[in-house]
């Protein structure tokens, strides 16, 4: 499942999975909800049930500790106050470019544009073979077959944005529909817009079962990423219940944004989606990815991020398997800084290929 | 924290400081030898490398520094507020112009990280230099009628573990009031109130106004006993502050002291768990736990105690200790050789008591003082670690069932400088606070200072205010 990143770690064994009931008071505080005894080898299990009723997912959602916003956004700019320097900038942005989901979202993409950046993502620095692949493309679905082509041969994922990205406002059968259509031209994993009216207007367990099904029309091969748009969803709370419930429904990854509308991602809300994907492996023995993406366009921001995932959920989400940058002008930030790490001087906008 | 993704080190460069080989005492407006000549050696604690040597202070150079202050007091409290406050700001500029300097040396003389020098220490100082000087034209609205007067020359005695801080802590509102200072400097960091004597001077501001004395214990104890002096201000151990009540009383000094503390940072289960675990490490170990109002009592309701002993085990496993000067660098050293044995005396008197110790794997640097970051569970209030103020990295964890256990357990202490509340509920931090006998309480935040606020002590923990409105009090004659 791992790709361009390898060669950044070449010996690295899989993650291990520590042991569960960490965040045990979930488990407490729920299994008088819930009918599974409360020694449940895994709480997995527990947790599957909480998804049992309308009600009991409502609970469980509220029933999460609350965020103080204050508090949360002054760890976040702590951690941006992390000095990387020499030898720990350039593994940095070789993992950062490593982990960008090169994307282009544009009413006027065309095929050829998005070979010029399937193209791009494969060798993203020609000058320098050594430069890793990105991590995937992110198109839409009518573009996965051009992307899949474009990238063929090289351990470089295509992404398709899905369910009527980026408002997620369409009947259930037409965003699976969406979903299915880029499933079957080779993409290899889907990233869903979440329905935030249903959130805000309360109707969780819609938007659960519409992840569900989204995640069964994915079927095995294609990897799910759920967007909240953080933006729309406007609290911390909300941010982290989101979080969980996208978790329970199955989601591989959790997704910040669209970046298509006024707030994206920031370190304040990825440092809060990294703190749910730490504690539901503690609990549930299930590692989920995050994906921060919008608003991202400079190297010193994408180590600042790096630094909140080597700091909030650990080295094992180091990885591109587990964490993505949804961005594309970052991409020709990290190219330059790479140069001038490995030259000493800045080169210019003119050294790195535009797309 | 072996790590894959290892910070590279991050030096802030100590270039930018140029301490000399040796320093005086600054009195009326000039650097001078002590009058028997006496010398110490200031060292920094990362590394024990003397730093400078310095004029110690004795006897005839707080009599000779108090007749200075005593001759600038005159021009000086009849300057117009506006007058004053014109140097308070150029200090407070002046400040700001040297902060990366001033924020170097004091890492270097106190041991302390260049992350908290940087974004703490030196931002409120300036800020505290800036807010006193907005008041130095409006003392007649301050509330204590119109045309308060100031009391006379201060000797202000200020500790170690925040130089510069209570350094502006207590010359900002003098000076603003009108009074003129004779301050001594803790014996291991007197570097930053030697600069402060340059930025005087840079300044402008006129001879014998600022005098600053190096020295030792028994230099402190002359300036409080001095008969001229008018007002008593002083920031350190109870012992100390006991002392100097006795010494004070039946004269007609005003006094303030600002001692020690042993606060109760309480989390409710309804609190932000991932919020509240940070407010404990920053409770306890900003400044590696060497301050007055550190939460050095985690009182945890017990539903929840496991839970959150597991977050703040993992998390204070990512502190980083070593270098001051790293830009990354979490724990820095304890100041001096004498706290490091005292905390470790304590601590080994916890163990002895039957506490549980843990401390995350962290390889402490050869040279230096250092003192890994601790936590004692099984702790009762019968305890050593639960009652004696030990100013170190070390937290003592307590449980309690219901909120009026968490109050009396807060308040079952000598002191009374700090608490803190954690919970997602508005009611209950009203609630509680209100029933906490403490100076200051936090709620869902820990160890936030800012100029406008009043800080002091109940019961050991002092009396007097000092910040804000309430600041002003003390160097009035009011």
């Known amino acids: 499942m791992k790709n361009s990143a390898d060669h950044l770690f070449p010996d ?15 488990a407490r505080r729920y299994a008088r909800l819930v009918t599974m005894p409360t020694n449940a080898p895994a709480a997995a299990h527990a947790l599957k049930d909480v998804a049992a009723s309308d009600s009991t997912l409502r609970r469980f959602l509220h029933g999460l500790p609350g965020v103080d916003a204050v508090g949360l956004e002054a760890r976040a700019a702590s951690l941006g106050t992390r000095s990387i320097k ?37 060798r993203p620095d020609p000058t ?32 398709s944005v899905a369910t009527a990205f980026p408002a997620g406002r369409a009947a259930l059968s037409v965003k699976l529909a969406d979903v299915r259509d880029a499933v079957a031209a080779g993409a290899d994993e889907i990233d869903m817009v979440i329905d935030r009216g249903a959130f805000l207007a309360g109707n969780y367990m819609k938007v659960y079962d519409e992840i569900t099904a989204v995640k069964e029309a994915c079927g095995t091969t294609a990897r799910l990423k759920v967007i909240f748009e953080t933006g729309e969803l406007s609290t911390y709370d909300n941010i982290r ?37 730490r504690d539901f492996r503690a609990q549930t023995g299930i590692q989920v990815g995050v994906k921060p993406a919008g608003g991202i366009r400079t190297s010193k921001d994408a180590v600042k991020f790096l630094v909140l995932v080597n700091e909030t959920a650990g080295e094992d989400w180091l990885d591109n398997h587990w964490f993505r940058f949804g961005a594309s002008s970052l991409l020709n930030d990290l190219l330059m800084q790479r140069q001038k790490l490995a030259t000493g001087r800045y080169s210019g906008p003119d050294y790195v290929t535009v797309d | ?80 507020g506006s007058e004053r406050a014109k140097y308070l700001f150029r200090i407070a500029r002046i400040i700001q112009e040297r902060s990366r300097e001033l924020a170097v040396l004091e890492t270097l003389d106190n041991g302390k990280p260049i992350r908290e020098t940087r974004d703490a220490d030196l931002p409120l100082v300036a800020a505290h230099f800036f807010y006193y000087a907005g008041w130095a034209d409006k003392l007649d609205h301050a ?18 573990n925040f130089p510069l801080l209570m350094l502006a802590w207590k010359i900002a509102p003098a000076l603003a009031t009108g009074n003129t200072v004779v ?89 932000p768990i991932d919020q509240a675990v940070e407010g404990i490490v920053n409770g306890i170990f900003f400044n590696q736990g060497q301050v007055c109002c550190a939460g050095s009592r985690l009182l945890v309701q017990e539903s929840i105690h496991d839970e959150l002993l597991d977050s703040l085990k993992r998390r204070l496993s990512t502190l980083r200790l070593g270098d001051p000067l790293d830009k990354n660098t979490d724990i820095g050293a304890i100041n001096s050789e004498e706290q490091l044995s005292r905390i470790t005396s304590l601590v080994e008197r916890g163990e002895a008591e039957g506490a549980e110790r843990w401390s995350p794997a962290c390889d402490l640097p050869e040279s230096g003082y250092w003192f890994a970051p601790t936590l004692f569970t099984n702790v009762t209030q019968a305890h050593t670690v639960a009652r004696d103020e030990i100013f170190g990295p070390v937290l003592s964890v307590l449980t309690f ?47 936030k200072f800012d100029p406008t606020s009043p800080f002091g002590g109940y019961k050991e923990s002092g009396f007097g205010r000092e910040g804000g409105r309430h600041g002003l009090e003390a160097y009035l004659d009011v």
């Open chain 1, 12 to 26: 690295r064994p899989p993650p291990p999975i520590p042991p569960h009931g960490v965040y045990s008071r979930y």
């Open chain 1, 86 to 122: 020499t030898t720990a900038k350039a593994y940095a942005i070789d993992l950062a470019i490593s982990m960008v989901d090169l994307t282009t979202l544009e009413g006027a993409d065309t095929p050829g544009k998005v070979r010029a950046l399937g193209a791009k993502a494969v």
């Open chain 1, 128 to 159: 320098d073979r050594s430069t890793p692949s990105t991590a995937a493309v992110c198109v839409y679905p009518d573009m996965v077959a051009t992307a899949k082509e474009a990238v063929a041969g090289s351990s470089v994922k295509v992404a």
């Open chain 1, 241 to 277: 219940r989101a979080s969980w419930l996208g978790m329970l429904a199955g989601a591989d990854f959790i997704k910040t944004s669209t970046g298509k509308v006024a707030v994206n991602a920031t370190p304040a809300n990825t440092l809060l989606m990294l703190e749910a994907v």
């Open chain 2, 1 to 80: 924290m072996a790590s894959v993704f290892a910070y590279a080190p991050a030096p802030e460069s100590r270039s930018i400081v140029d301490i000399a080989p040796s320093y005086g005492l600054f009195i009326d407006g000039e650097f001078t030898d002590a009058a028997d000549g006496k010398v110490f050696k200031t060292v920094s604690p990362s590394s024990e490398e003397v730093l400078s040597e310095i004029a110690q202070a004795g006897e005839a150079d707080v009599d000779r520094a108090v007749k200075a202050a005593r001759k600038a007091f005159e021009k000086w409290s009849a300057l117009p």
């Open chain 2, 143 to 160: 509330g204590y009628g119109a045309n308060p007067r100031p009391l006379g020359v201060a000797g202000q005695v200020i500790p170690w």
């Open chain 2, 183 to 271: 301050l001594k400097p803790a014996e291991t960091t007197p570097l930053s109130a030697l600069f402060f004597a340059d930025i005087c001077r840079q300044a402008g501001l006129p001879k014998g106004v600022v005098n600053i004395l190096p020295g030792y214990g028994d230099a402190g104890a002359a300036l409080v006993a001095h008969p001229d002096v008018n007002k008593v201000a002083f920031t350190g151990s109870t012992a100390v502050g006991k002392e100097i009540a006795r010494t004070v009383a039946g004269t007609r000094k005003k006094v303030t002291l600002e001692l020690g503390g042993k606060g109760a940072n309480i989390v409710f289960d309804d609190a």
């Open chain 2, 401 to 447: 069932r219901t909120p009026d256990e968490a109050v009396a357990k807060a308040n079952n202490t000598p002191y009374g400088l700090s608490a803190g509340i954690w919970t997602e509920k508005g009611s209950r931090i009203l609630a509680v606070a209100n029933k906490l006998r403490a100076g200051v309480v936090w709620s869902n935040t820990f160890n």
